[in-house]
């Protein structure tokens, strides 16, 4: 139960588009479709934003999209705005009930 | 709307005890799994443990099995974790959140509520 690997930060301007992988293994990412990702500031709780690698919980801007390719996810933030500045975190189920989580991402809105 | 209100948080001496509880409302709490998740301070998410819809079958990961246990009641719409031998790195915010009915991802979350074990 290694955690998914995430860059630990990455920065883009207002308008801008940014891209943050996730890189899992075989037996998470790569074996299910079932990589969802997480928004969350500072003090609260994460909120659902992508699940199932690219479909968009109802009330989540279409600004988000995410994708995968063998195993590794990644999620796109397009437009970027400053309510953006965020931690983000993916999450893969990985067989036999079990979730790994990634090590999180800290987005700067410059 | 889906509300999860965590609480039992506090604490504790290496090597004791705690109980956290999950209030849900806004959902039909019997049909749904639910999950624990943990936050140490500073860090990234780690996922903790799952139970099913009816409680029939639990899933833990290695950092926690054997010392922690979930559980949850049905007819009074909460969900427990109950946590023995606890050690400093155990100290984290849990948050309970709430599993889509696919299963496939954790739909909605609490606040949370912050475990400190420390002497």
């Known amino acids: 139960q290694s955690a998914l690997t995430q860059p630990a930060s990455v920065s883009g301007s207002p308008g801008q588009s940014i891209t943050i992988s996730c890189t899992g293994t075989?037996?998470?990412?790569?074996?299910?479709?079932?990589v969802s990702w997480y928004q969350q500031h500072p003090g609260k709780a994460p909120k659902l934003m992508i699940y199932?690698?690219?479909k968009r919980p109802s009330g989540v801007s279409n600004r988000f999209s995410g994708s995968k390719s063998g195993n590794t996810a990644s999620l796109t933030i397009s437009g970027l705005q400053a309510e953006d500045e965020a931690d983000y975190y993916c999450?893969?189920?990985?067989?036999?009930?079990?979730?790994?989580f990634g090590g999180g991402t800290k987005l700067t809105v410059l | 709307q889906v509300q999860l209100v965590e609480s039992g948080g506090g604490v504790v001496q290496p090597g004791g005890s705690l109980r956290l509880s999950c209030a849900a409302s806004?959902?039909?709490?019997?049909?749904?799994?639910m999950h624990w998740v943990r936050q140490a301070p500073g860090k990234g998410l780690e996922w903790v443990a799952f139970i099913r819809y009816d409680g029939s079958n639990k899933y833990y990961a290695d950092s926690v099995k054997g010392r922690f246990t979930i559980s949850r009641d049905n007819s009074k719409n909460t969900l427990y974790l109950q946590m023995n031998s606890l050690r400093a790195e155990d100290t984290a915010v849990y948050y309970c959140a709430k599993s889509s009915g696919s299963g496939s991802y954790l739909g909605y979350w609490g606040q949370g509520t912050l475990v400190t074990v420390s002497s």
């Open positions: 806004g959902f039909t709490f019997s049909s749904y799994g």
């Open positions: 999450c893969s189920y990985a067989g036999s009930s079990s979730w790994v």
């Open positions: 199932e690698g690219s």
């Open positions: 075989s037996s998470d990412v790569g074996s299910y479709n079932l």
